[in-house]
């Protein structure tokens, strides 16, 4: 099936280390998203990709990257990661308009020890 | 600016009963109204969406939501819950993105927690 697939489902990591989350999708959709939530909250976006152009959400720390090498990947990557940020992270793709859903993976949820 | 508000944090229902979870949204133009349900531990999967077709929306799972701009809700609703439904439910309107392209930018409401009970 058609999907996205994150990997990997568990990641724990210590205080400062960098860290990289991967996503990929088999939707061959354009657009890419990457969402932050944490416990009881509604996801918040952090970027996206539409092909290749990254568009940064206004209050997403710079400690936060991404990678998009080709339409089927994408990667989050967080610099020198803090308590504050473990939370599940959760990538999406869509087919660009507004009215398009968006489709999740199960999300990385993320440990900082 | 677009937003949703959804009425209710928890709702707790006993098996094989209605129902309701309610959503109210507020937009300048025509909106697209989707609902999506998320399991402990898992990713947002789509209910159903609304994109200015048919006001009553059919989704998966015996799910349905009524567009009614006049009271600028979406409320989903459901004949006999069951217990596998127990989850978090989000109302999510999309907003246009400026930049690239025509992109959806999900707007979530506060999410609704449904308990069922046996």
């Known amino acids: 099936d058609a999907m996205v697939i994150q990997n990997p489902r568990y990641q724990v990591t210590q205080f400062g280390k960098p860290v990289t989350l991967s996503c990929s999708q088999t939707?061959?959709?354009?657009?890419m998203y990457w969402y932050q939530q944490k416990s009881s909250q509604a996801p918040k976006l952090l970027f996206h990709?539409?092909?290749?152009?990254?568009?940064n959400e206004a209050d997403t720390p710079d400690n936060f990257q991404s990678r998009r090498p080709n339409t089927s990947f994408c990667f989050l990557d967080i610099r020198s990661p803090g308590l504050g940020d473990a939370a599940m992270y959760l990538c999406?793709?869509?087919?660009?308009?507004?009215?398009?859903?968006?489709?999740f993976g199960d999300g990385t949820r993320l440990s900082i020890l | 600016a677009q937003s949703v508000t959804q009425l209710d944090s928890h709702v707790s229902v006993s098996e094989g009963t209605p129902v309701l979870l309610r959503c109210n949204y507020s937009?300048?133009?025509?909106?697209?109204l989707f609902w999506y349900v998320q399991h402990p531990n898992k990713g947002l999967q789509l209910l159903l969406k609304?994109?200015?077709?048919?006001?009553l929306v059919k989704g998966i799972n015996g799910f349905e939501a009524e567009f009614k701009k006049s009271e600028t809700s979406f409320h989903l609703t459901k004949p006999s819950a069951h217990m596998s439904d127990a989850a978090e439910y989000f109302c999510?309107?999309?907003?246009?993105?400026?930049?690239?392209?025509?992109?959806?930018?999900?707007?979530f409401g506060q999410g609704t927690t449904l308990q069922v009970k046996p």
């Open positions: 937009s300048s133009y025509s909106p697209s």
């Open positions: 999510v309107v999309s907003d246009l993105v400026g930049g690239s392209g025509n992109t959806g930018k999900l707007i």
């Open positions: 999406a793709t869509s087919q660009g308009a507004s009215n398009q859903p968006q489709h």
């Open positions: 609304y994109t200015s077709a048919a006001t």
């Open positions: 990709y539409y092909d290749k152009d990254f568009n």
């Open positions: 939707l061959n959709h354009n657009v």
